[in-house]
């Protein structure tokens, strides 16, 4: 068809304008003045974004923990940064100029539009949506949306942040409160039938009137049971250690002293089996600053170990040294039934077991050692094992950072077996058990002893026996039938000043603040003897009449924590 000259000058025209509008566009790509293009593709609009736009605030996102694109009002990624890429599994090249909706969830689409929509305007605060992986799994998210003009185009800037690792962790955070629930729970059903049991054999030990063959049978009755009272402590204190609850106390300790009295403690053990313990003290330094309660812990776990470890008539040499003038070094060394080399770098790990005949006869969960080893790296020291091999003994070396403060108090640490006793005090004890057995030997033995006490099995009981009589002091378990000790104790401190003690199965770090957040003077976990609750006792009315405050301290051989006596 023949064109006029009007027409041909038209069409010169336009081609013209293009020309410079597509020379324009160049000139301003180089000069960096464009952030993103418009492209139509199969007559729908596609936004490109540009380099250089802004480089700072680019590289912010770049680098963020969340997730970040850039949306156009269609739903095209026009950008997204390395993140919400890594989000969805999916490359950025093969994200970029695809529609977001493409990666929502069925179910989520018809409310992340009116998101996007409303974000054109608005921001939005984050809402939760279902994300598709390229795998196909899902991922909760919160998302985001703020209103973004890129190159005069509308679009929104969407931030997602991926809740799947917090939901885990908020699930696994509630699965260690179970298993510390639960472990509470164990411990207390565990040590509540053991109190009875501890109390009686510890008192008919000491009996005179008894045949001494009948008075060692009761000796090695009370000695198993507190084997089984250290298990139960081992698995609460792995349990601390996991979760990075163990808690320190730090003071001036002479290790000699804590050593000797750790060797005292052990004394009936060594002897039974005829053992020759050799000490060699060359350190001049023996100063440490830490937990006295706990290094003693670990202490005992190794010479126990060697002690358990020794064919009858052996040998156990402890040697305390100075490495240095920073270090202290402790080595016990037996020789006993030897550690095979393949297991000398995984008798430190929790349930681990030298694998022999003996080792298991002797019995334990293998934790002692891990917990050790943890004890002892906490206080900056270090702790190893060595083994010519079986049948040739084993020695372990623990090192620890001296320190220049002096110790200014002896060391005094006891377990219920050697607790002096106490002024020959008579109290009016209020005790509240519901144990049937527990209260009345616990009662019995207080009775023998010249205290007055009168027995109630639940907080109401125990209240009302409170308000109608007057008593020196309150010994209370925990767990009740109608309510807590804690419950207990809070009400009788709004009314009066009778000091309480905590006598209870349940022993881990929070049972022990909740009873001081209660008003208790001490918690003691049991079981216990009736010579160690007698200091306990005296120790507790002592500090009420002189009004005396003391520090927390806590003994990890009996297992009591002292609080500051309540206002």
Not at 157 to 178: F, G, K, P, Q, W
Not at 181 to 202: D, K, W
Not at 369 to 381: D, F, N, S, W
Not at 433 to 452: M, P, V
Request: glycine share 8%; aromatic share 4%; hydrophobic share 40%.
């Amino acid at each position: 068809m023949h064109r006029s000259s009007s027409d041909l000058e038209t069409e010169n025209r336009d081609l013209r304008a293009r020309l410079e509008a597509a020379e324009e566009m160049l000139r301003a790509i180089r000069s960096d003045e464009v952030d993103a293009l418009v492209i139509e593709q199969g007559g729908a609009e596609r936004v490109r974004t540009l380099g250089g736009a802004d480089e700072a605030y680019r590289t912010f996102v770049e680098v963020m923990c969340q997730g970040a694109a850039t949306v156009a009002t269609d739903g095209s990624i026009l950008y997204c940064n390395p993140h919400f890429a890594q989000l969805l599994g999916r490359p950025v090249d093969r994200i970029i100029g695809s529609s977001v909706f493409e990666l929502v969830a069925a179910e989520d689409e018809g409310g992340f539009r009116a998101l996007l929509w409303e974000g054109i305007s608005a921001s939005c605060a984050g809402r939760p949506f279902a994300l598709r992986r390229q795998d196909g799994s899902a991922i909760s998210t919160i998302i985001t949306a703020t209103p973004l003009c890129v190159g005069g185009t509308s679009c929104v800037l969407i931030v997602l942040t991926d809740l799947t690792e917090r939901e885990a962790r908020i699930s696994a955070e509630a699965a260690n409160r179970a298993k510390d629930r639960f472990l509470a729970a164990l411990s207390h059903e565990l040590r509540t039938p053991l109190t009875p049991v501890v109390m009686v054999v510890s008192a008919l030990e000491i009996d005179a009137r008894l045949p001494a063959d009948v008075r060692d049978d009761l000796a090695m009755v009370r000695r198993n049971v507190e084997l089984e009272t250290r298990l139960i402590d081992d698995l609460l204190d792995l349990s601390r250690v996991i979760s990075g609850k163990l808690r320190l106390r730090a003071e001036p300790i002479s290790a000699k002293a804590l050593i000797e009295n750790v060797l005292d403690m052990v004394s009936s053990d060594v002897n039974q089996k005829s053992l020759k313990l050799r000490c060699q003290w060359d350190a001049s330094k023996d100063c440490v600053e830490g937990d006295s309660a706990r290094l003693q812990q670990v202490v005992w776990n190794v010479i126990k170990n060697a002690v358990k470890f020794s064919a009858e008539r052996g040998e156990i040499a402890v040697r305390m040294w100075n490495r240095d003038d920073t270090t202290l070094g402790l080595e016990i060394r037996d020789q006993g039934i030897g550690i095979d080399a393949a297991m000398l770098s995984s008798i430190f790990n929790a349930f681990e077991q030298v694998e022999t005949s003996a080792a298991r006869g002797a019995g334990g969960l293998g934790l002692g050692l891990t917990i050790a080893k943890a004890i002892v790296e906490m206080h900056g020291g270090n702790i190893r094992a060595d083994s010519d091999g079986p049948g040739k003994g084993a020695t372990v070396t623990i090192t620890l950072p001296l320190s220049t403060a002096a110790v200014s108090v002896p060391l005094s640490l006891t377990t219920p077996g050697d607790t002096p006793a106490g002024p020959d005090r008579k109290f009016r004890i209020l005790l509240v058990e519901d144990h049937q057995e527990t209260a009345t030997i616990l009662k019995k033995l207080l009775e023998r002893s010249g205290h007055r006490v009168a027995i109630a099995h639940t907080v109401g009981s125990a209240l009302r026996s409170a308000a109608a009589e007057q008593f020196d002091l309150v010994i209370s378990d925990i767990g009740l039938p109608d309510g807590t000790g804690h419950d207990l104790m809070k009400q009788i401190r709004n009314t009066s000043r009778i000091p309480g003690v905590a006598l209870t199965g349940y022993g881990m770090e929070d049972d022990l603040n909740r009873s001081r957040e209660f008003g208790f003077a001490e918690h003691v976990v049991k079981p216990v003897n009736i010579a160690h609750l007698q200091s306990v006792m005296d120790r507790v009315v002592a500090h009420q009449s002189s009004n005396r405050h003391e520090t927390v301290s806590s003994l990890a051989a009996d297992k009591t924590l002292s609080f500051p006596a309540p206002d």
